[in-house]
């Protein structure tokens, strides 16, 4: 956790792999948290957007992860603010009558799981569908139509689909009318919810180029999404740096009411994902000049916003 005692390089910056590790340790060491907990997110805990604006490159700044995590056998949830900078567990909340996010690896155990199941298997094979060209797509319930019985569990709901070849798109044809309800913390299966039986129409449902047995073309320009319309009122660019690698962007408009609107106060862009070009342009008579920017994202321009340059 080195990089904790040293100047991060911006306080928005996300995350670093050490500080997720560093989160996760404190959180074992101080709450006992082990393999019988899941956690849904470890992320940044933004500083206030005053601090934000008042940092200069070489402050100190105080970095903080905000967690959210539950007891896979309880089914507890719980919110935790570590300070990474002084090593220190600032707060633990538990969150009662809430389901965090499905994580990736949850959505890929579901399919796993309901895959192998001998109960869900047969449903499939009784409808005419074969079990291996389905997709599982898992959903979290709103707890307001979440069936009472199960209301204390990580409850999930599974819509199924089913490929019409190996390869194909896996959302072409909808099982339509069999569910599934999962406890996500266990993969039991709670319930086969049988409805209607609509079938399989026939459609075309394959876009990949070699489904289709057409060649990708090769002729694709980039797309030039451009503003070149004056806004109504101004937009200044105060800040506007490229320092390591970053580029960091901050956006105002002033209205023709004059009311002013910060629409963006810090932004960043990866050094690999961007070029940058600056148009200076002369404002009609009795008017100020503008600036066109633009910024080319992994090779496609994208308009940011037009207006009067910052001095």
């Given at each position: 956790m080195e990089r904790n005692r040293l100047m991060a390089p911006h306080p928005l910056d996300s995350l670093s792999a050490a500080e997720i590790e560093g989160t996760s340790e404190l959180l074992s060491r101080e709450k006992g948290i082990d393999s019988g907990w899941r956690y849904a997110s470890i992320m940044l805990r933004e500083p206030a957007k005053t601090e934000v604006k008042a940092w200069r490159e070489g402050d100190p700044i105080v970095r903080r992860s905000f967690s959210v995590l539950w007891n896979k056998q309880s089914n507890e949830v719980y919110e935790a603010v570590v300070n990474l900078s002084d090593q220190t567990l600032e707060s633990w909340t538990h969150v009662p009558g809430v389901t965090p996010n499905f994580t990736v690896d949850e959505y890929h155990d579901c399919d796993h799981a309901l895959h192998a199941n001998a109960e869900v298997r047969a449903a499939l094979e009784q409808r005419g569908v074969d079990p291996d060209r389905v997709l599982f797509d898992l959903w979290t319930y709103g707890r307001e139509v979440m069936p009472e019985q199960w209301r204390d569990r990580r409850l999930g709901w599974v819509d199924i689909w089913m490929r019409a070849t190996p390869d194909g798109n896996p959302y072409a044809h909808p099982v339509?009318?069999?569910?599934i309800i999962v406890d996500v913390n266990s993969m039991e299966v709670l319930a086969i919810d049988e409805g209607h039986d609509l079938g399989m129409p026939e459609v075309d449902a394959e876009y990949v180029p070699e489904l289709r047995g057409i060649e990708p073309r090769t002729d694709l320009k980039p797309l030039d999404i451009e503003n070149l319309e004056k806004v109504a009122g101004t937009c200044t660019f105060p800040r506007f740096v490229q320092k390591?690698?970053?580029?960091?962007v901050e956006i105002q408009c002033t209205q023709a009411n004059g009311a002013r609107t910060t629409l963006l106060y810090a932004g960043t862009m990866?050094?690999?994902?961007?070029?940058?070009?600056?148009?200076?342009k002369s404002g009609e008579k009795g008017q100020p000049g503008?600036?066109?920017?633009?910024?080319r994202v992994y090779g496609k321009r994208l308009g940011l916003c037009?207006?009067?340059?910052?001095a």
């Open positions: 339509s009318g069999l569910k390591g690698g970053r580029l960091d990866g050094k690999q994902a961007y070029d940058v070009t600056v148009d200076q503008y600036a066109a920017i633009r910024l037009q207006g009067q340059p910052a």
